[in-house]
């Protein structure tokens, strides 16, 4: 979805280096209210460092970032921004509800302590310590803390790694609600399932450039290959080796096949086999655009 409202997140031709390490080199994002934005990549391609650079906990080598129009972590920015981190720091003997407090008393108008436990799930946790928490509950209670203060910008750095279905639909669905409310949301995930039932944009960054930015169907329009099934006895082998397959393989009666395009592969298939029955053709979806547009390029031939 193209949204025509001001962003208001910015991050703008963004570099930061860890020592030789070019963690990011030259990113454009932008983040706007009502929309969630998820930040795709391989292990180590920039995301954590992109969302550091937001929150102001990193700074920028080059290039600049504005949150609310304002550098970040100013302490009027902070109190309109809600964070969710792979590691949270929170003190293991303090209490969920006493922890809850605290957080919620920085925000101007928080959330009811019971309308945090329901969004994020925390029934019966309140009188228990953090530290005695399951890792899925620690994770809970770090929503509960990211989304007490009604955030106008949400930043979720891998927010359901290690919770169960029903803990990740339900801050799923919460997440759904603070949108609708026209907050704007950063989430970096390795779902892809996540990304697809979330977002409105995506940002696949590749060794800290944006390889692909576009809502979901652009991202994966961007990607032609097409898969084909089909019940055949034509040999897996033999199809793979037909021009414009990428893989073909067996799985019982089934011929399963990655093409591009698709159309030749699926003429010589019925020219092949008269026989052939229950021809299905899929667009990829965004597991395969994002495995396309991160792939390595191959090294040029000397
Ligand atoms: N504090 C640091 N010191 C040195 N190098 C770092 C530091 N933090 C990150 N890096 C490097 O910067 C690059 C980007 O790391 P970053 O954590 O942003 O990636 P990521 O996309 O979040 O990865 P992951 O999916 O594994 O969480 C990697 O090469 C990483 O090794």
């Known amino acids: ?8 997140a910015q991050l703008a031709g963004v570099g930061k280096r860890y020592g030789a390490t070019r963690a990011l080199d030259g990113l454009d994002l932008a983040l706007h209210p009502g929309q969630v934005t998820s930040l795709l990549g391989a292990n180590g391609a920039g995301k954590s460092t992109a969302v550091g650079l937001l ?4 700074v920028p080598d080059a290039g ?3 949150v609310f129009g304002e550098a970040p972590r100013t302490p009027a920015v902070r109190r309109r921004c809600g964070v969710m981190l792979q590691s949270a720091g929170i003190p293991e003997r303090l209490c969920v509800g006493e922890m809850l407090a605290l957080v919620r008393a920085g925000y101007p108008a928080p959330r009811s302590v019971a309308d945090c436990v ?3 799930g925390l029934d019966g946790l309140l009188d228990r310590r953090y530290g005695a928490l399951s890792g899925g509950q620690q994770r809970r209670v770090q929503f509960a803390l990211a989304v007490c203060g009604r955030p106008r910008l949400l930043c979720l750095d891998e927010p359901t790694t290690g919770l169960d ?20 949301v950063l989430l970096t995930t390795h779902y892809l399932e996540e990304a697809e039932a979330l977002s409105d944009r995506v940002a696949v960054l590749a060794e800290g450039r944006l390889a692909a930015e576009g809502g979901i169907d652009a991202i994966r329009a961007r990607v032609a290959v097409r898969r ?3 019940v055949s006895s034509l040999p897996a082998d033999t199809v793979a080796r037909w021009l414009g397959v990428q893989a073909a393989t067996r799985d019982g009666d089934a011929l399963r096949i990655l093409a591009e395009p698709a159309e030749p592969v699926v003429r010589s298939l019925l020219q092949h086999d008269p026989a052939l029955r229950e021809l299905e053709i899929q667009r990829a979806g965004l597991a395969d655009a994002f495995l396309a547009l991160t792939r390595p390029a191959p090294a040029e031939a000397a």
């Open 1 to 8: 979805m193209e949204s025509t409202s001001a962003p208001l």
């Open 118 to 120: 329901a969004l994020a």
């Open 64 to 66: 600049h970032v504005r």
């Open 55 to 58: 929150l102001g906990l990193l």
């Open 228 to 230: 084909i099934r089909c």
């Open 165 to 184: 279905l029903d803990a990740r639909q339900r801050l799923w669905a919460a997440v759904r609600e603070l949108v609708a409310d026209g907050s704007a």
